[in-house]
């Protein structure tokens, strides 16, 4: 019997539960239809960012930013770049603090950008400062088996 993951879908926030060996196979969400894997970091607000974290059964990696700070700016296509590298076996979200004003002073955010990676609900490690995108793929599948 194979095992199955809950994935949220980054569209409609739906948890959906996928074969583990189907993971690659380009799964759409049951409730909106939208692939669960779009190769690119979904934007989460407060709203649906407890759901994120604690009911995806894979790691969710975060990208705290804001519009006008220059690293972020910088480090955003790397990320979008690791996104598409990394997933379907992890998730990466980004959170704009400017908007989410509660969530970066519920985590601690005290400089921008930061990298957060959850694992079963819980804060694994963090990572202040911008990466490159081949540092950032590397500290994630480091820190996320």
Not at 59 to 88: N, Q, T, Y
Request: proline residues 8%.
């Amino acid at each position: 019997m194979t095992m199955s993951l809950h994935i949220v879908c980054p569209h409609c926030h739906a948890t959906n539960r996928v074969p583990a060996d189907r993971l690659e196979a380009s799964p759409q969400c049951g409730a909106c239809h939208q692939p669960l894997f779009a190769a690119q970091p979904a934007e989460l607000t407060e709203h649906h960012f407890n759901r994120h974290i604690t009911n995806n059964d894979i790691p969710v990696l975060i990208d705290f930013w804001a519009p006008w700070c220059g690293p972020c700016r910088m480090m955003a296509p790397a990320f979008s770049k690791a996104a598409a590298a990394l997933e379907p076996h992890m998730r990466l979200v980004k959170v704009n603090t400017e908007e989410e004003q509660g969530l970066a002073a519920r985590y601690n955010i005290r400089s921008i950008p930061t990298l957060v990676l959850f694992k079963g609900g819980r804060e694994i490690t963090r990572q202040a400062g911008a990466m490159g995108e081949h540092d950032l793929i590397r500290w994630a599948q480091a820190y996320s088996k």
